[in-house]
């Protein structure tokens, strides 16, 4: 929870969220924020919830105290270009205390938004369990909320306080709630939205930011199991009704952010992504395939934090992370197999500090968010980021009056069309990448030697770059 509080939010305020105009969003080398707006910044739990819908918006649910009086539960929603941002839409205000400030959000029946969220509610339905709300497409007008964990006094938990909130509908409608522990067997999980069903605690240990997919018609659980002094311990999924398995190296995995569980789209398999090694503060980023006797690694990217993961189209999924001060993201190819080129952008100006990032991939971009401690406070922040091509030269290096092939490829797979530049001194050759990705040219006689710089541009990917050495 973010803070205990007395008084309700004013209607005043609420009306003005409500009427909000629209924003620039993020598009591709732009940051918006999106938390942490009108001079209340975020807290450094926050947990913001993600859902698009069929229209393409992203829909993002997040917490915040409304006037610095009453924790209010919101909804704003970037457009399918990423180049605007509406709301905040209020979904719901505590009446005399706080909202827990990790919030989740998925899909619910026509198409429309289901909002998840736990907090102290006195005298009423939706005091300390885990409540919902819903809305249509459009993100508005929002339902009066619900319980949606068990509300038996045998069998509830104290969502209110979890160490994280997450859930998950699969294609069929069926939905799965899950929390993290405050204290020992506070943590646990909800099969369906009727409040009478029991709550089911996790099977040992104290978990910690937990997460749900489905795959196949079965509901998919994944937490960082806390070791001692709070330290994290491993990254541990589990089939509902089944025995918890620990992903392979996952000692670093990072636990102040909400464990990132998918499954591919249009494909099979169920992935985490995490840091692999023994130490979250000096981690290399992995992605494992549930059951896998090993995850896949990106290489050279030690020190890596918050490493996490969003399925887009085609199998191929999204990994990201923060290093260095620096945000990365890498598309993998549509086997999930090996990463493309690493994308690298600036965090938002002035950052002196990175919390969390989520993100969304399922339109073929990322639109990530990222929670940082910029300019104006602490809140969430948004970009779009496109994938990156991989350019190389063959030879590296060549003399003058020989020939040099450039190829341009997407995680392995050819960028037919892509636009090919080398650029030599004044003098630019310009070729379009064949079937194989390629385009051969023939360096000018008088060429002088040293490094020449080569690019590749494709719509609807970062470019890619290379060098190229003249010798003598």
């Not at 620039?24 to 993600?50: Q, S």
């Not at 839409?89 to 909002?115: C, E, F, Q």
């Not at 069929?172 to 709630?177: A, D, I, P």
């Not at 690493?342 to 639109?367: E, F, N």
Request: hydrophobic content about 40%.
């Amino acid at each position: 929870m973010r803070r205990l509080v007395c008084v309700s939010a004013t209607l005043a305020l609420l009306v003005a969220l409500a009427a909000a105009p629209a924003a620039l969003a993020g598009p591709p080398g732009k940051w918006t924020r999106i938390t942490g707006i009108e001079g209340v910044p975020a807290a450094n739990t926050d947990e913001v919830g993600l859902q698009r819908t069929a229209d393409g918006v992203l829909h993002v649910a997040w917490t915040r105290p409304a006037g610095g009086v009453s924790d209010t539960v919101l909804q704003s929603a970037i457009s399918a270009n990423a180049k605007s941002v509406s709301g905040p839409v209020p979904i719901v205000t505590a009446a005399n205390d706080g909202i827990n400030s990790s919030v989740a959000l998925v899909g619910a029946p026509g198409g429309g938004l289901r909002v998840l969220f736990a907090g102290l509610f006195p005298k009423t339905p939706i005091d300390t369990v885990m409540a919902s709300a819903t809305a249509p497409a459009a993100g508005t007008p929002w339902s009066a909320a619900s319980p949606v964990s068990s509300t038996n006094p045998a069998t509830r938990s104290p969502v209110y306080v979890a160490a994280g909130i997450g859930g998950a509908v699969s294609s069929t409608g069926e939905t799965v709630l899950v929390w993290g522990d405050a204290g020992p067997e506070d943590g646990g999980y909800h099969v369906g939205l009727n409040p009478t069903d029991p709550d089911v605690p996790f099977p040992s240990g104290l978990a910690s930011n937990p997460n749900a997919t489905w795959a196949g018609g079965t509901a998919y659980l994944a937490w960082i199991v806390l070791g001692s002094a709070g330290s994290p311990g491993a990254l541990e999924v589990m089939q509902v009704g089944g025995a918890p398995m620990t992903a392979p190296k996952s000692g670093a995995a990072w636990v102040g952010q909400r464990v990132s569980i998918g499954s591919r789209i249009g494909a099979g398999g169920v992935y985490v992504a995490y840091g692999s090694g023994s130490n979250e503060f000096d981690a290399t980023p992995a992605w494992w395939r549930v059951g896998a006797a090993k995850p896949f690694i990106v290489k050279g990217q030690r020190d890596a934090e918050h490493t996490g993961l969003a399925p887009a189209p085609g199998g191929r999924l999204w990994i990201y992370w923060n290093r260095k001060g620096r945000i990365y993201a890498t598309r993998t190819n549509k086997k999930a197999t090996k990463p493309g080129a690493i994308v690298s952008i600036k965090p938002p100006k002035g950052t002196s500090g990175i919390y969390r990032l989520q993100a969304d991939g399922s339109r073929g971009p990322l639109d990530l968010l990222a929670l940082a401690e910029a300019g104006g406070g602490l809140g969430y922040f948004h970009q779009r980021i496109l994938p990156g091509l991989t350019l190389v030269a063959k030879p590296k290096a060549t003399k003058a009056g020989k020939k040099v092939t450039l190829r341009a490829t997407d995680a392995g797979a050819p960028a037919k069309g892509a636009k090919l530049v080398l650029k030599l001194g004044k003098k630019a050759l310009k070729k379009k990448a064949n079937a194989k990705g390629k385009a051969t040219f023939k360096i000018p006689a008088k060429t002088k030697p040293g490094k020449y710089n080569a690019t590749a541009t494709k719509g609807g990917y970062a470019k890619g770059r290379t060098k190229l050495r003249v010798k003598h």
